[in-house]
């Protein structure tokens, strides 16, 4: 199973980004997809999550400005980002609970990451 982000890159601040990842593989099912972001000398934090069902989870510090969504059809978890602030750049990576063909319980997987930066 592969997870592969795309869509980072440098945008001013109040800019907006549409982060994407897709899975891909012998995938049976995908239960939880989250989006995550490192900082430079910071922990990785956990942005927002979606279920299976559409059910979304935002930390406080980035609810109201991004939009978690996901197409289960194409495998694939989005992020839109908005209001950018220069505290958002970060690598942003992906993590999806994933059950195989070949598998009878869900393991996490995680995507390369993409670098967002903002600045002016």
């Known amino acids: 199973v592969q997870l592969v982000e795309s869509g980072g890159g440098l945008v001013q601040p109040g800019g907006s980004l549409r982060l994407s990842c897709a899975a891909s593989g012998p995938i049976r099912s995908i239960n939880t997809m989250n989006w995550y972001r490192q900082a430079p000398g910071k922990e990785r934090e956990l942005l927002a999550a979606?279920?299976?069902?559409?059910?979304?989870n935002y930390a406080d510090s980035v609810k109201g400005r991004f939009t978690i969504s996901r197409d289960n059809a194409k495998n694939t978890v989005y992020l839109q980002m908005n209001s950018l602030k220069p505290e958002d750049t970060a690598v942003y990576y992906c993590?999806?609970?994933?059950?195989?063909?070949?598998?009878?319980?869900?393991?996490?997987?995680w995507g390369q990451g993409t670098q967002v930066t903002v600045s002016s």
């Open positions: 993590n999806a609970d994933v059950k195989t063909h070949y598998s009878t319980n869900y393991r996490a997987y």
């Open positions: 979606i279920s299976s069902g559409g059910y979304t």
